[in-house]
């Protein structure tokens, strides 16, 4: 099992600090450092700035918004932070919502699991060094009746791996078909099979297993004696996942709580939300929730919890560490690598 860090784990804006973090994070033997993008800073640009001052650590994006650039884009953008990376670089892609992509970028989210299915082909074909030549029901390139050519990249080609984020069913069975990794989020490893069955079904379709993918899953981690307060803090954070990351018809982490077992309570989360009674929202989420879906609780709770991930299959966890100061999250990153190798060991 690897360990991988986020860069939300340190103030937007404080860039030296970004990399104090991940220079130290790489010598605790973390795996890889992934950054995001919703309506803020972009997902890439800080990887190429930890590209210059890392040796070792992996680079991914978690995620780029599909939709939000072109394929020929996105290869082009790929193979300049491979070759700064000397191959370090993972790209994340996750379909966001239609609120940020529509409201934000002005790009229709429309047939999400398709685009993002053509992005990719088209995408593999630019790294690949084919002429980009593709008919889809999203991309046609050349453009028809016009100018342009078929085109092969010039820049120097690399094996990119490609990680698609999937909650819904048929996301993740496209994520098993398609990407050579899984980031999931609102998992609880006791119910993984609610996304592995659909990932492990599309991987049958492309001739290959699981056991060829990183699982790769995201979540919080805080080591405490006391559980129950913490556990309450973490339960209370999930009242604006559900109540206001999504709309009424489409939250896709309320829906997969749900369909963890969850239903109830998280349908009643986001109406009390939508109703304006957002403290009761939050305390209305299940302490139990946060539990199973993150570590929280004393060392020998996370090791066992390690256990758990570790046999349902994931490969990889990308701990959001807490704390303002770098020094604080340093420390809980080198408590949770030391339990990460004694479970690793057994």
Same mark, same amino acid.
């Given at each position: 099992?690897?360990?991988?860090?986020?860069?939300?784990?340190?103030?937007?804006?404080?860039?030296?600090?970004?990399?104090?973090? &991940?220079?130290?994070?790489?010598?605790l033997?973390?795996?890889?450092?992934?950054?995001?993008?919703?309506?803020?800073? %972009?997902? +890439?640009?800080?990887?190429? #700035?930890?590209?210059?001052?890392?040796?070792?650590?992996?680079?991914?994006?978690g995620?780029?918004?599909?939709?939000?650039?072109?394929?020929?884009?996105?290869?082009?953008?790929?193979l300049?932070?491979?070759?700064?990376?000397?191959?370090? #670089?993972?790209?994340?892609?996750?379909?966001?919502?239609?609120?940020?992509?529509?409201?934000?970028?002005?790009?229709?989210?429309?047939?999400?699991i398709?685009?993002?299915?053509?992005?990719?082909?088209?995408?593999?074909?630019?790294?690949?060094?084919?002429?980009?030549?593709?008919?889809?029901?999203?991309?046609?390139?050349?453009?028809?009746?016009?100018?342009?050519? &078929?085109?092969?990249?010039?820049?120097?080609?690399? %094996?990119?791996?490609?990680?698609?984020?999937?909650?819904?069913?048929?996301?993740?069975?496209?994520?098993?078909?398609?990407?050579?990794?899984?980031?999931?989020?609102?998992?609880?490893?006791?119910?993984?099979? +609610?996304?592995?069955?659909?990932?492990?079904?599309?991987?049958?379709?492309?001739?290959?297993?699981? %056991?060829s993918?990183?699982?790769?899953?995201?979540?919080?981690?805080?080591?405490?004696?006391?559980?129950?307060?913490?556990?309450?803090?973490?339960?209370?954070?999930?009242? #604006?996942?559900?109540?206001?990351?999504?709309?009424?018809?489409?939250?896709?982490?309320?829906?997969?709580?749900?369909?963890?077992?969850?239903?109830?309570?998280?349908?009643?989360?986001?109406?009390?939300?939508?109703?304006?009674?957002?403290?009761?929202?939050? %305390?209305? +989420?299940?302490?139990?929730?946060?539990?199973?879906?993150?570590?929280?609780?004393?060392?020998?709770?996370?090791?066992?919890?390690?256990?758990?991930?570790?046999?349902?299959?994931?490969?990889?966890?990308?701990?959001?560490?807490p704390?303002?100061?770098?020094d604080?999250?340093?420390?809980?990153?080198?408590?949770?690598?030391?339990?990460?190798?004694?479970?690793?060991?057994?």
């Open positions: 099992m690897h360990i991988a860090v986020s860069n939300r784990s340190i103030a937007s804006g404080d860039w030296e600090s970004v990399v104090t973090f &991940a220079v130290e994070a790489e010598r033997g973390v795996h890889s450092i992934w950054t995001n993008e919703a309506w803020g800073y %972009d997902a +890439v640009t800080p990887l190429a #700035f930890l590209a210059g001052r890392t040796s070792r650590l992996g680079l991914g994006t995620i780029v918004q599909i939709g939000t650039r072109t394929p020929a884009n996105l290869a082009m953008t790929a300049t932070l491979a070759s700064m990376s000397g191959g370090r #670089f993972m790209l994340g892609l996750g379909t966001s919502g239609p609120q940020v992509v529509e409201g934000w970028h002005g790009v229709s989210f429309a047939r999400p398709q685009r993002t299915r053509e992005l990719i082909e088209v995408f593999r074909l630019a790294v690949g060094g084919e002429r980009v030549s593709y008919d889809g029901e999203i991309y046609t390139l050349p453009l028809p009746g016009g100018e342009g050519r &078929a085109i092969r990249s010039a820049a120097i080609l690399a %094996d990119i791996p490609i990680y698609i984020a999937a909650l819904g069913p048929r996301n993740l069975e496209l994520a098993g078909e398609l990407a050579d990794g899984w980031m999931g989020g609102s998992f609880i490893p006791e119910s993984a099979e +609610v996304f592995l069955k659909h990932i492990r079904a599309g991987a049958a379709k492309a001739g290959k297993t699981l %056991d993918m990183d699982l790769h899953v995201p979540l919080s981690v805080e080591f405490t004696d006391d559980v129950d307060e913490v556990a309450k803090r973490h339960a209370r954070g999930y009242g #604006f996942t559900f109540g206001a990351m999504g709309s009424f018809d489409n939250n896709f982490y309320k829906n997969a709580f749900a369909r963890q077992g969850f239903e109830d309570e998280v349908n009643e989360v986001q109406r009390l939300w939508m109703d304006g009674r957002r403290d009761e929202a939050r %305390d209305f +989420v299940p302490t139990e929730l946060a539990l199973k879906a993150n570590l929280i609780g004393t060392a020998d709770m996370i090791r066992d919890r390690l256990r758990v991930y570790r046999d349902a299959g994931i490969t990889t966890l990308r701990a959001g560490l704390g303002e100061e770098i604080e999250k340093l420390e809980t990153l080198s408590w949770l690598m030391a339990l990460v190798d004694e479970v690793n060991a057994e």
